[in-house]
């Protein structure tokens, strides 16, 4: 799979090729306008990730550009702008998702992986994992072909973390995926202690082997268990 | 006070004693000059009655329909008499009227061509001189009271007449609100002050519109230009936690690290936020069922913070449409069921209901907040962690609305209300 990341701060380009490239992608990347122009009628990507803020010229103007060449790129813009008109106007162009800055590289390598996998059209939106089966349509969890009735929250959980296999994720910005605004930095998080406590406990009755790790107390990540 | 009436007593302060002093000299004048024509007259009379008395002609009859009267009495060649002439006042019997009345006394004597003394006493009443002196002392205060009328009067009309521009500006002052521009600001009048003031003042707004909107520029900016720089770090910490080996400590170092940077990225979103709000960057409005709103957050909000014993109780009516922007709505209520969770005790009770025209959200509390700094940025109290900027945001879209937000506290009740005024 190849990409191409145009992001004209060099410091945050560096970071994005590096963590990209050490999860299996090809990447390139593009500074500017015309670097980027250059690129694209060269070659043909799975993926560009495009800041629409570029010094010498607008992004928006080459999210125009690569959608006129109509080579079937996929675009994630990727902004500091996060208001409901800019993602707007960015979907409208015909960009496949809008990310807002400051991403975390899990969340930009799931919305990849998302944007990639509806590049496919044959795959539903389903999700694996081991032997678990995640449908993100049906909401429906499997475990070795059998269903696993989750509760609401326990399922955007295990949502988060399918998205993201191998991340370190800390409990606060899981919780703020899942719970969203309402939560707030002065809270503990008791609640999602909780749901995971759950969670791991009934992918382990259904016997999955992937599951929720507690990592040095800070924090979870998704892996595979250990026999 | 207000301007007019201040000016109005003033000038009754200043003109009441001086016409007062006025009236009161004018009345002793008039006073004088007809006291004066009185004795002129009774000396008029009296050396009428000295010259027959002296010519040997006829005296006049007494009661001759003008009440004056008079004595004449001869003296003969009384030594000790000298001529003389006295004014007096006292009291005469007047015959024709049947009573006594005050009179004007003048008692002269005088001496024929042979030596011989008279004494001639003329008696004026004087209800006339009396009757006039009322007359004109009820005229003076009338005309004093026309003229501290009429200068009334004419005060208030040209009062009104030269203030209006003054007036203009101060309605148009009242209904500013800054960061609206200056439409609409009154003309410049030809009275040079009043043009002075308006120019002025026009000048002033003008700068600090300028000034706000250079700072609502910057805040703008400077939260836009801190997302690149922030994504860098947060990406950085995060690629070193997940593809490099650590040890527990410096795990945990990074750990905190990524805990702070994102205390900054929200504070920074928060304050980006807030910008937009104040720069009216939320124009799309909409029906939003309040109500429904408040119930879901509330059931959101009830399940994180299960842990801490908190009784919710929302009581609205099915249907409560405020118009306003969906996302502001949502922002709107779900900070203040989140500062009402947040700083309720553990096993407290927050309530929402309506009283009227109002939305009150109730949580328990200690102590009362101080409502004056309560819906500015970065104010917290007690708790630490939080953003200082949860009711900034509550109070920054109430203004964009001009919906009335109000904090008290009551009976161990803190109370937000909301004047949704439908």
């Known amino acids: 799979m190849k990409l191409l990341i145009i992001e004209d701060d060099a ?27 250059d690129k694209i009628a060269g070659y043909s990507y799975d993926c560009i990730l495009l800041d629409i803020m570029l010094p010498d010229g607008n992004g928006l103007k080459l999210l125009e550009h690569i959608k006129s060449l109509d080579k079937g790129d996929r675009v994630i813009i990727i902004s500091a702008r996060d208001s409901i008109d800019d993602k707007v106007a960015g979907l409208d162009l015909g960009a496949d998702d809008y990310l807002a800055k400051p991403f975390y590289i899990a969340e930009l390598s799931a919305r990849i992986k998302s944007v990639l996998r509806r590049g496919s059209a044959a795959v539903s939106r389903q999700m694996k994992a081991g032997n678990i089966e995640l449908n993100i349509d049906s909401r429906r969890v499997s475990v070795a072909g059998s269903d696993v009735p989750l509760l609401k929250k326990e399922f955007d959980i295990l949502l988060y973390f399918m998205q993201r296999p191998g991340h370190i994720v800390d409990k606060a910005v899981l919780a703020e995926s899942v719970w969203g605004d309402h939560i707030d930095a002065a809270d503990n998080f008791q609640f999602v202690y909780a749901q995971i406590k759950n969670l791991r406990k009934r992918l382990a009755d259904a016997a999955a082997t992937y599951n929720v790790k507690a990592v040095y107390g800070f924090g979870y990540k998704f892996c595979e268990v250990e026999p | 006070m207000k301007l007019l009436n201040t000016i109005l007593v003033r000038l009754a302060v200043a003109l009441l004693p001086i016409l007062a002093l006025w009236s009161v000299v004018f009345y002793f004048a008039m006073v004088e000059e007809i006291n004066d024509e009185a004795d002129d007259s009774l000396e008029g009379y009296a050396e009428l009655i000295m010259r027959r008395t002296l010519a040997g002609k006829e005296l006049p009859a007494v009661g001759d329909g003008t009440n004056n009267s008079y004595v004449l009495e001869f003296l003969g060649h009384d030594k000790s008499v000298v001529p003389s002439m006295q004014y007096s006042d006292s009291l005469v019997y007047i015959h024709e009227k049947r009573e006594t009345e005050p009179a004007r006394v003048l008692t002269t004597c005088f001496s024929d061509a042979d030596g011989a003394m008279y004494r001639l006493q003329v008696v004026m009443p004087t209800f006339e001189r009396e009757d006039l002196l009322s007359s004109v002392f009820w005229h003076i205060l009338v005309l004093f009271l026309a003229i501290v009328l009429t200068i009334f009067l004419a005060t208030i009309f040209v009062f009104h007449r030269s203030m209006r521009p003054l007036y203009r500006l101060l309605g148009w002052l009242e209904q500013y609100t800054p960061g609206k521009g200056v439409s609409n600001f009154p003309a410049s009048p030809s009275v040079v002050e009043f043009r002075n003031l308006i120019d002025s003042a026009r000048a002033t707004i003008t700068r600090a519109e300028s000034y706000f909107e250079q700072q609502k520029q910057f805040i703008g900016n400077a939260s836009h230009e801190l997302q690149t720089p922030l ?3 947060g990406n ?5 936690l997940d593809n490099t080996a650590l040890t527990n400590e410096q795990a945990a170092e990074l750990n905190k690290m990524q805990q702070a940077l994102r205390r900054l990225v929200r504070l920074n979103r928060t304050l980006l936020l807030l910008a937009k709000i104040d720069n009216g960057q939320f124009p799309e409005v909409a029906d939003v069922n309040i109500a429904e709103l408040i119930r879901e957050e509330a059931e959101t909000y009830s399940e994180i913070y299960a842990g801490r014993g908190i009784e919710c109780v929302v009581d609205l009516p099915q249907r409560l449409v405020f118009r306003m922007n969906e996302e502001l709505a949502t922002i709107f209520v779900t900070n203040l069921l989140k500062n009402a969770f947040l700083h309720s005790p553990g096993g407290g009770k927050i309530s929402v209901y309506t009283t009227g025209s109002t939305l009150i959200f109730a949580n328990s509390g200690s102590e009362a907040l101080d409502s004056t700094r309560l819906f500015h940025r970065f104010y917290k109290q007690g708790k630490t962690g939080n953003t200082g900027l949860g009711l900034a945001l509550v109070g920054s879209i109430a203004r964009s609305y001009k919906m009335k937000v109000e904090y008290s506290f009551n009976e161990g009740r803190h109370l937000f209300k909301i004047g949704f005024g439908i």
């Open chain 2, 231 to 233: 994504a860098v770090l």
């Open chain 2, 236 to 240: 950085r910490i995060e690629w070193l």
């Open chain 1, 11 to 37: 410091s945050l380009n560096e970071i994005m090729c590096r963590a990209l490239r050490s999860e299996g992608y090809v990447v390139e990347s593009a500074a500017t306008f015309f670097d980027a122009e």
